[in-house]
Each structure stands twice: as C-alpha cells, then as structure tokens.
C-alpha cells in the first residue's frame, strides 16, 4: 500500500458521456482571455528558465495576471486596420535582485511577451497594433528558494512543500462532445490554419450535447487581408465548417450539427472580419484565468477549480501543480487501465507538507458496464502512488513549455 | 404546464451536505480578487443608473474586467504606512456619445470606484495609497437599446433577448460548511468590524469538512493602527477565533475547529499585519472573476460557472442574469417547499429567445428521506416559472444595488 | 576684494524698458504647463521636507518631469461636467531605502500633487476629473549624502559641490510691461479670484510693448458653474479687463489696451468656459519647463536659461539654484543700489567647486543716465558676494516652500 | 517697398562672436530630451503625410508632449542588459474621424516612433528595453482644414491664417563655438560612428568661451557590447576626444581644449558604459522642448523662444513656422548678403492676419567693420521679403522630414 493518502470510491454520479445533458466550451489560442493565458504561461516560463540559467534555481515570482484592454480596427476585405492599438498589461510579482545579481525581470517577461505574440497571433504588429505594457512587484523580499538544478528534479528530497492549502482536479477520458470541441480547435488553429491563412487564431468552440444530439457552434475571427469579398468569406466559413464536421466525425457516431459565425447577417454586412484574427481588435477585453480550464476546456458538467494555472510560478504554486497533475494523473490511469468510464482525481494539498504527500488524493471512478471498481483499484492506485511521486516532473514540463495549460 | 423548457430531475449525486469530503472558500470584501469585483460591480451599477437618469434607458456598457496591482507596505504596530501605492485600472467598454448627448463614462466610473472604495477599505486614502485610472473604449457603434425605463421592468414587452449562448447555475440550500463560511466573513466585516476596527476587510475563510469534522481556516488581516504590540495581535487573532468558533456553533452540531492566521511566526515578526487591511498593499494582485462565484461562495463540490458576474451589463449579459436567477430561482424554491435537500438550478440561454424563455432549465433535486420527487415537483416547476416570468427584476435589483455578485 | 570671480561690466545691450519692442509672457498657475511645475515643486518640497524629518538630509531625486494629458469637458453655463479625466503623470528619481528605512516616496509624491492640485485648482475634483499616477525610479543606487541638518545650512562647511557645468540668469529690475505681466495674473488669481469665483486660475497674460504703447492680452477660463448665462460671461470678461487695466495703471502712464478673451465668438457660442477653470480639461497638455521661467515670467528680450527649475533637487541641482540665486542676487542689488536702469547676473558653475564660488559670476549692469558703472561698482560687489556665501539660503528657502519656481 | 511690416535695425549688442563669454549646448540625438522631440516630430510627420494621403490634407493634430521615464540597466563589457525597459508616453491630440473616415492615428504613431527609435538607437530593442505607450485625444471636434494639396502649397492663396499670437527667433551666422559644437555631435553621430559602434547616439556637447580659449566638453555614452574592456573604454574616450579636435581645427584658430567623459573615475569604476549608448537606460528621464532650440543648439548668449517645435503641426502652428522660418531667414540672409557678422531675425505673428504677414519682422544687424547697415539693408529686405512670401515652403519641408527642429 501506498503511504500517500490516495482513496479510490465510485464516483457519485453518472459518467458525463451518460448524463442527458452537456456542455462544453473551448476558448481558441486568439481569444482575448486565452491571449492572457498564453502570455502569463510564456512569461512565467521565460522566468523560470531565466532563473536557472543564471542563479541554478528558480526564484520567486508569480506572473498570473493579464489585462487586455481591446482596441479598435476597421476591418476590410483585402485589409483593413487596426485603429486604437490594443493594450495589454502584465502584472505580478518577480524577484528582481538576487546575491548582488539584477535578475531583468521586466524585459525577459516583454520578450516573452512579444515571441509568444508573433507566433499565435502573427497578424498582430507588436508595438503598433498592440501596446504591451509591465508592472511586475518585487514581492516580499524573502527569497524563496525552493528549487533546484536537474539533479533535484528527480528526488524526493527535492520535493518543496505546498505553500498554501489547495485543491486540483482532473478528469479522464474526455467524452466524444470534449474531443470534439478540444480538436477543432486545435486542428483549425494548427493544419487548418496553416493552409487557410483568412483563418484567424480567435476560435471558440462551444459543444452543447442533448442525448444523442450534438450542436457545435464556432466562432471563427477572419483575417481580412485574405478574404476578398463576401463570397469569399462565405466560402471561407463553409470551409470551416466542413472541417469542424470531418473531426467531429472522427471523434463521435452521434449526429453532429456544426454551426459556424451564426451571428453574422450578410444583409447588413455584419460579419465576423478582422484585421489581426482576434476579437481582442475589436472591444473584447480579457484576462488570466477567465477561460479555458488546465485541460483546455471549460465544462460545466464536471467540477472545476477556480484557480487560474497560467502565469504562476510551476515550482511552488500548489494549485498549479495539483491542477496539473491531477489531469496527467487522469489521463495516465485511462490509457494504461482498461474498463474505466470516467474518472475524477481531486488532489488536496496541506500547508507545510510535501506536495508529493496530499492531504488527500481522492480518486472516484464510474467503470465500464461490467467492471467493478475492485477490478480497477490496484492499478489505478499504482498510477496514482507512481505519477505523485514524480510530481517534480510536472514542474520540469512545464519549465521546457511542454504542457499547456489553458 | 408552463411553455418554459422547465425540466425537473433527481440530480446526479449525492447532496453536498452528505458527501464525504466538502471544501468551500470565500474570499472577503477586502481580498484583492473582491476588490476588482466590487469596483466592477459598483462602476456598472453607477453606468446603469446613470444611463437611465440621462437618456432613459440602459445603454450599451460592459465594464467586467478590472485589474489591482499590488502595492507595498511598510506595516508597524500603531501605523505603518504604503510605500508603493496599489494600481488599479478599470477596464471595459460604454457608450459616451447618445443622440448629441456626452456621458462621462470615466468619470463616472471613478467617482463609483472612489465611493466604493472608500466604504469598504476605509484605512486606503484613495489617490495616495491607491491609483486608479480607467480604459473604457467606446465598443462597438452600435447602440443597443435594450432596456427601458420604470415600465418595461415588469412587462414580457420589455423583455430583452440572449445576446449569447450562456450558462447560469444556482444551488440551496447551502450546506452547514457553506453557511458558516459565508456567515463566519459577513458577520466579521459587519458587527465584529464596527467594534473592532483592527480586523480588516481583506479576510479569507476556508471551510473543509470531512465527514462529521469541520476545520475553518481564516486568513484575516489585521490593520497596524489599532494594535499597539504582539500581545494585542495575539489578541486580535484570538477574539475573530472565538467569534467565528460561535457563529460555527450556530450553524451545526459538528465539531468545528477554526485555525486563524496559520501561518504567523511570532518567533520570527512574521505576522499578517498590515496598513490598511488588505493584502493588496503587499504584493497580492487580483482581478475580476478570479475569486467568489454569484452566491458568495467558490464550491469545488457543486458545478460553477466560470463567467465573472462582476461588472456586466445587468440588462442584455445573459451569462450574468443566468447564473443571479439561478441562484435566486433556488433559493426561492427551498425557502418555500419542504423536504429538499439540495437542488440544483442550470439555465441554459438560445440566442436570440427572450431571456425567460432559456433554452433548458433543468433543475435536479435530492429529495429529504422520506420525500419523493413526485411530492415536490409542481410545487418546484411553479415556483421556477414564476420567476423566470419576472426575469427583469433580477435587472432592477442589480442595477439598485440590492443583489451581490460575489 | 571678493575671493569670488566676480565681474562687473556695462551691459551689451540697451536696458529691456528702453528697447523699441517688448514682449513678455506669463502662463498663469492654472495652465497646463503650470500645473505641472508647480506638482512637480511641490512633489520636490515634500520629498525633501520627508527626508530631513526621517533621516536627517535631503537624499537623492529629482522629480522635473510631470505629463499632463488633457481630458475632455462639456462645460455649460451653471455647471457642466468633465466627461473624459485629466491623466497626470508624476516622473522622477527617488531615494526609495536609506539604511533599513523604506521611503514611501510615491505616496508622498501622490499626496502632495493632490494637496497641491486641491488647493490650486480647487474645481478639479481630484481622483475623478483628474487621474494621477507616478512612476518615481530609484536613480542610481549611490546615496548623495549633499546635504545635512540646520546648522549645516548656515556654514561654509556644509556648502556643497556642484554636481554639473550648468549655468543661471537673472535679471532686475522688472520693467512696467513685465511687472504688469506678472502682477495682473498674481492678484487676478488672489485677491480678484476670491471675490469672483468665475474666474478659474488658467489665467494666460501676454504683453506687448512697442514704444510708448502696450497692449496686454489676457485668456481668462471662466468656471460655468460660477455663469449663468452669455449676459454673466460677458461681465465676467468685462470685469476681468477693468481689474487688469487698473492693476496697469499702477505701474505705467504708458497707454494700455487690455484685451480678454479675444478669442471668442459670442455668434458661434463659441467662448472660453470651463468645468473646472483650466484648459488642461479641454485638450490641453502640459508639462514641466515649458513655461514661465524662474522668475515667473518669459521674457524673449532677456537671456533665458532653458533649465526646468520646478521639481529639481534645491540641495544639489546647480542649475536650479543658480537661477533661483542669480535672480535673488539681481533683486537685492536693485534694492539697495540706486542709478540701476537694468541689470543682469549670470553665474556659471564648474565641476567639483563650492557653489558658493562660481566659475564666472558675471554681472552686467545699464546705470542711469548720470550715474557711472564706477559709482555702483562696489556696492554690487558686496552684494553679489553676500549673497553668494549665503547661496545655501536658497535651498532653504525652496524646501520650506518660500520661492516659487515658476 | 515690400508690404509686410519688415523693420531692419542695428542689432542692441555686440555680435556673440565678440562678446567675451560664451556658451553653448547641445544634445545629441540619443539624449533622453532629443529621443523625445524627435519621437514627437516623427510622429507629426507621419501623421501629417498620412492625413495628406487619406483625406487630401493635413487636418487637426499637435503632438507636441512625449514624456520618457528612465529604465534601469547594467551594463557590462562585451555587454550588459536593460534591467527596467525605458517607458515612452506619446501624448498630443489628433483627429481620428472626418467625413466616415477613421484615421489609426494611435498606430501611426507607434509605429512612427518605432521606425526613429530603431533607426536613431539601433542597440534599444522597441517594445523590450523600451515600453512605448500613446495617448491621443481627440481635441476639438471641429475640424481644422487649413492646409490642402500640392497646389495650394505654392500660391499665397493658400497661406493659413496665424491661430495665435506667438513669436519666433533665427540667428546668422553660427559662432565658431556653435559650429564646433553642432559639427562635433553631427558628425560624431554620423560618419564617426558608423565605424566606431562603441559611440552611442547619446553624446552631449557642451562649448565655452573665454576669450580666445574655447573649451569642449563632450558627455559620450559608450555602448558596451563593443567595448571588451577598460583599455578599450580608455581608447574609445581618447578616440572621440581627438575626432573633435579635429573637428574644432576646422573650424577655429582659437585655441580648443576638448574633455570627454570628465566625469569617469576609472579607479572606483565608474565610467560612462551604457547598453544602448542612451542614458535613458540609466535614470535620465526625457521630455519634448527640454533640450536643443530649432536650429539645434542651446544658446543662451542669444535671444531664445520658450516654444517647443518638435511635434506640433507644421501647417497652423505659428510658434513652429516662425521659429524655423526665422531661422531659415537669417541663414539665407548671411548666404547671400556678404559683410554681416551677427543676424537676429524675430517674427511676431498677430491674430487672424496670414503667416506670411507678421505683426512685424524684426531683423537686427550687426556688419563687418567697414561695412554699413546702409550696405546690406535692401538686400536683406529683399531676401526676408522672399522667404515669408514662401512661408508655407517650411509647411512642406516639415511634411516632408527635410527640416530639423532640435
């Protein structure tokens, strides 16, 4: 048996691919509250890196908060242009000075900024169409140094204790209307996007499933330069929304309605085009942790944690860790043990201990028809037992960037 | 039967108040997360009543997002000072030009973040130890005319339509835990404040029950001036112990421990005292949406919205109306039929419906021993139907300032 | 004979009062620019005043650079509104930590813009119609320690090193256009403004004289609240022109015409009233040294130093208190020495010398018909030396608030 | 007889090159107060071309008040970093809407900013080691059309009305002094640098006369990236002193002292080492009409204007046209008129009259010996004459970027 104190129980109600009703909704990579999140995580991690680079260790910081304040443009087919630049301001505290070293906390986290924006949002002229802006605090002065080089990494001496009293949740599998709204989203903004270019980042996807009824409803931000006309763009939502209906396929044999910019009316000529592909041009203000939950989605139907994981320091932050770690948890005990219909892993954290050791690891699970928990139960705790005692790892991931988390 | 998608279910676990492990929190008036709610709040009340006293109608406004950087103090017993003042900016979206007429939309919102501000943190001299400025852009051109004056308020006539798909979830009763957790910071902030100003408004309250033990943590910021000496803290510390310890007691026969300021060192000075009595003067930013759901409470066990309520249009924000009458409609049906033990309200809207005609409302219910969903139901469909009817005087509570958001 | 470098020499030019074309102007304390300089003064005055009283001496800053951001109003007779804030931007230099102490410099920064802003501009509600920020930098980590405690301000001993080649002027006396310049606008906005609240500080006085002729144009913002209609405004103006055509016969029988507000367009309805008695809250904006210099006036037929004097250091900035001191110096010598048409001090610092002994104190002087430079010569000298050994005097003065700057 | 008001006159004072003392200053262009008057000036270009383009002509704009908050650096040879990024607020008013039309001028003016910035301080990487922000207003509503097309730009017809009262001032010839002075930093930022890469833009220039011993002291920031060491550093400093030596020989016969970097002690390691070659980096923060007068010096033997010109519109603002017209007048003056020594050209502009008819032209002579005002004095008349019947000449050279104003 494991010391840690993991408690595996049937799952009080249905598994959420069984209930009668479920939504599910997913905020593209463009949207304004997901710009924040991708900058708060690419700062964050520029910082941490920084840290280790120059000091051996990452030091304190917390870099959870990004306001966006919208701009304005005038959007055109062949190209139009943004007309108030949009405003976006990064906030949070970052240990500046450190054993007689200046850490530049402020431009590392612009630079972040600024490459993570080129990239995701490449219609967007950094510095004219948008103004990014940075106040980060020194925090208090404590140091707090509770990270080491690589070698701690892997030991559970290495292991910091939990800074606060927290809680983190994962669920696994994803049902068919998850996928769906998950992988539209991210294939329209990877291959699709990179053979469609009038297809801004600013997707969101919204699922809604009634028995066996699924409604997918996108909003698509066009890039203007790209669309010509109005045929083109009705072209280009058309094509949208085949895609979205060709991954939805893959994923379910339940019938699928795609719905695609249903708010445009191309009588009045009020239609979903843009300059940069993000609705943050256009009024849609946003910010960190407004959106997308650590697993990339929004789901009313399952419990969520209000914690906002983007931005914070990946080291010692319980709840970003726990949020995290509970979704790998999730997911590594559904791919490596048959006859689980779904599962829930609650991580509960207590001050002063070690976050390998939390409070309590609640595991609740609805089996397949046929399965009972007592065939499951060894090998998930196992998993669980396995995968917290490598909870460091989660903080390595996501230094090197290799787990999202919005 | 009414016409509303009404529909009346067991829900789909055990009540809250039976589950074995039960977390809640609620972060206080004076909690930096609060801060950016209330000011959002206020600003869009203020904007609504402005708007009718000026034009007659609501106009066009959206003012959810409000971002607080964190100041830095210099607490010392008998009176510290700030040394770095907090930031807050104010940020969203109002019409300032109507029929030739200017509405001074910035001003406005200053004036209701000063007032607010000077109310709720009173030891913050506003314009010294806080910056405010305010972003509000003009949105989009378009003038929405939604809302009317004293008359439409109570006829289907002036009932507006969803603006978006949205989601609203409302639960009652609430739970002992929850109860006490909410009781336990309004009561703090209330009478315990008004006799014992060194309790400050920035309190933190955690409840975790597991199984018949209730712990209650509270973070609770002490404000310099009114403590002379680390005997007088201990003091402090010990008298919101006992009153919270009682208030406890007048909400269930378990056994409650309550722990205050954990995390204090007296060996060390390190203690939770501040200048002005919210940790926003020392390196705690905070921002709209990130801390107490529409009831007051975060509840990890019940399903919540992810939408900040704070700050949104009260007359055409859909996600905003839902998630207060949702709530409203709950407490409404509890209050008035016996023998339920938890309910659960979702309002889900259609774009383009009248907003008390939701797409579903689906209402699941754990019925007390002894008492059949049969027994209830009518009594419950009336009773949502009622209120769905009178949808609009959510609208007229929000903006008169009679309805909380967080 | 003084030790100091003192040179007295006839001036190369014929005196101001006697050359053919004059003009001079003065931008009253409610003008854009003045706001500046004096938030920017008095920023300076609460900073050094803070620092003798916590740790003995005036520490490094330097607070010469304020921005003001115009707002917008809709001003109406009786009282309009400000419909876009005024946004103020206090910059500077700021010894922050001196051994263990922390210096809340931006709140002590912040507190006396406001005291300033509501004694000065008392319409202006501050936080509401005006946002002011601060963005105080730390300077270089090097503490100057330049300047002690009382008994230092009276000994050569304590007479610190110029930190700059820099360079002051001054000039006396004042010729009749000039002091009428000047005199108008001080008891327009004392004596005439407290018995006549129509009339807002943003009071802009330029005089011309050729010959035997002046003409003096004033711009008077009224305040609507204070205006009932264009009958009061008009008064308002025609009071303003006799107030300021009497204030002229008392210092010239040369002809005066007096114009005000010549601007107006009472056709168009197009006349000068404000909110809040200041253009600054109606698209004009304003910073530090880019109006009146030192001795309040600007003055194209006198040399000029380019130098902002509000807001500098008064213990270290050389070029601030050279031309506080060159005009204090050509002030006293006209008061004691009969037969001076004109006179000019110009005093050059060098690197690394006393203040008190300037590279070149250069003084050049128009005698009256009749009197010869050889009958003054001395006089001058003991003056310009006198005050010179007592340069520390002006520091003085500045940080109790005794000089203006502006 | 030309009609304008055109009065020729002995000059009151001997010509600057014979007086006895004299000083003179300028500021490079990667001067914190010359990044800001030319960012202002880039931005009124780019606006003025861009409304000439869009709408045919130059409407409404002054964006004459940038404000630079210094950032925090440490350098280091073979290179450093920008610790605290540089803060850059460009303000001023600017018409964004005219006949349905919406003009960007927000990112026409960032992006103006950012082309000077990368092209006048290489090493500052925008929108990383600087922050630039903007606040345009809107000013008046009404709409100015003062300036139109091509055609307009030649006939008198075209010749705006003066919208103020304002005065401007040129001189000719330039002492020895100024020209070393002007050449020294000119060409040091020309083709010196562009094979020295240790020179930063930040040179400031400072010349004193006595007599016939002239004095040149330069500030020179060196840009560490290009300098390994104290050796280099050492032979960078001695390199610039003998390149304006060289420049002064071309210039004088007087004799020249030239002392760079006076203020280094190479013992305590204090030198002047800079990341970006601007001091900017390093707490010196920066505003509009701080530094250099429109013909790029600082002269306070001779008569100054207080008037910023950098940044306001080229087409209506009479301070800006009569300060460069003035200037540009006398240069032509001494081009073409031979036995003048000293020239002072004063424009006072009235009212309502057009800008090529001042109130009066002023222009003060001072010949060659042996030369009579008699000589010179219709030639002048004839040339001043031309040039203000040109007036709007200096409108297009504005536009067109071929004028400098600092």
Redesign the interface.
Known sequence: MSERNIRI?PI???AVED???E?VERKGIGHPDSICDGVAESVAGALAREYIDRVGEVLHF?T??T?L????A?PAFGGG?????I?L?I???AT?RYEGQ???T??IA??AA?EYLEETIPQL?????I?????L????GDLQEVFGEDDELEGAVGVPMAND?S?G?GHAPLTETERIVLEAERRLNGEYASTHPELGPDVKI?G?R?GEQIDV?VAAAMVDEYVADIEEYADAVESVRDFVAEVAREHTDRDVDVHVN??DDYEEGSIYLTVTGTSAE??D???????N?ANGL?T???????E?TSGKNPVNHIGKIYNLLSTSIAESVVDDVDGIRDLRV?L?SQ?GRPIDRPH?A?VHVVTDEGVSLEDVETDVEVIVDRELANVTEITRQVIDGELTTF
């Open positions: 129980e009080d109600r249905r209930q009668e009703v939504i917390n959870d908060e306001q304040v919208a701009g304005e005038a242009e943004v007309v108030d630049p405003y301001l906030v949070g505290r500046k200046m850490i530049p402020e431009t612009l630079r600024r002229e950094y510095g004219e169409d103004v990014v802006d940075v106040k605090g020194e925090g208090s009293t809680f949740v919204m809604k009634e409803t249903t708010a256009q009024g203000d946003g910010s960190v942790g407004r959106g939950r929004i009313p139907n399952r419990s969520m944690s209000m906002a609650r509960l001050i309590v609640d």
